[in-house]
């Protein structure tokens, strides 16, 4: 067994035991059983459940993948007294954090969306990319959790990165997109609208989880141009690319900036 597996586990383990973790899944599962029985439709309670992946899990990702890499830097320290490197143990830190937060997101939403969706093919299927948008979202948040941690020492202002980076994405991003669409044409700003919402993860999982709702009448002025590209198989494909380098990309930059910083 590797190193990194090794650190991975026992992370899991630690992380699996707090509360929070508990609480984190029966928000979810709470949210999802609640809405299955408000809509009596999976397909409903899905559309609803929208902003919670958009907004709950990545908030979650960030802040606890923040506060755990600062609060684990004595053991950190204690583990590269030892014959491990630093690619190991950073791999091992970031299996052991994300991988418990995506299984709390499939468990919390999946277990009571799939047994709804049994017997109805097309709800399941729409279950499936429900979940796995929202895995890759909360590997997302975690990346740039980690990389919010390594790349600033101080714990205050680490966190506070880390929620003007969820502010940021969530909300003023979309913001300075109105803020354009009432500036110019909308013909002038299709192309760019859909180079900026890949440049973001949580308008891309937005956009992913909206077409099969035919949410483009919800998304404005842009609605016909991103049913035509994300609609299709291209479209989609393109998104959910787009979407895992914003897991990769931060987490390779964090490793790279943890293997040379000073500890």
């Not at 009571?112 to 109805?120: K, M, Q």
Request: charged share 10%.
């Amino acid at each position: 067994m590797s190193i990194s597996v090794r650190i991975a586990r026992y992370e899991s383990r630690d992380v699996s035991r707090g509360r929070w973790l508990i609480v984190y899944v029966a928000l979810l599962f709470g949210l999802a059983q609640t809405l299955l029985a408000l809509e009596a439709d999976v397909t409903r309670a899905l559309a609803g459940l929208i902003n919670v992946v958009l907004i709950v899990v990545p908030l979650v990702g960030l802040l606890f993948g923040t506060l755990h890499l600062y609060g684990a830097r004595d053991f950190n320290r204690m583990l590269l007294a030892q014959p491990v490197g630093r690619r190991e143990l950073f791999n091992g830190l970031y299996a052991g954090v994300a991988l418990p937060l995506a299984g709390a997101t499939v468990l919390g939403l999946g277990l009571p969306l799939s047994v709804a969706a049994i017997g109805d093919s097309a709800a399941l299927v729409g279950v499936v990319r429900f979940l796995s948008v929202s895995v890759v979202l909360t590997l997302t948040s975690v990346s740039l959790a980690f990389l919010t941690s390594v790349a600033i020492r101080d714990r205050a202002a680490g966190m506070g990165v880390a929620v003007l980076i969820w502010l940021s994405l969530s909300v003023l991003y979309d913001g300075l997109l109105i803020a354009a669409a009432s500036t110019f044409p909308s013909s002038a700003l299709e192309r760019p609208a859909l180079v900026m919402t890949l440049l973001n993860p949580i308008d891309t999982a937005r956009v992913l989880l909206l077409m099969q709702f035919d949410g483009a009448a919800l998304m404005g002025y842009t609605g016909a141009v991103f049913t035509n590209f994300f609609g299709g198989a291209t479209g989609t494909a393109v998104a959910f690319l787009a979407l895992t380098a914003w897991a990769l990309l931060p987490l390779l930059l964090a490793r790279r900036i943890f293997r040379r910083s000073d500890l």
